[in-house]
């Protein structure tokens, strides 16, 4: 399952099992441009579960 952090100091990607957590520096915008291209350009948040 990826994971997106918002932080303004560049990381690594760190994976703990079956969750990798990318580091994004780039503001919150960036961060959910990077999450919905990971879920195949649907926005988080978007998905069955939230319905």
Known sequence: M???VV???PY???RKG???F???TGGVAA?????????G???PGSSALSQ
Do not use: I, Q
Request: hydrophobic share 50%.
């Open 41 to 43: 350009g649907t926005a």
């Open 2 to 4: 990826p994971v997106f």
């Open 7 to 9: 932080t303004y100091r």
């Open 22 to 24: 990318t580091f994004v």
């Open 31 to 39: 961060a959910t441009k990077a999450a919905t291209a990971v879920a």
């Open 12 to 14: 690594e990607v760190v």
């Open 18 to 20: 079956d969750t990798t």
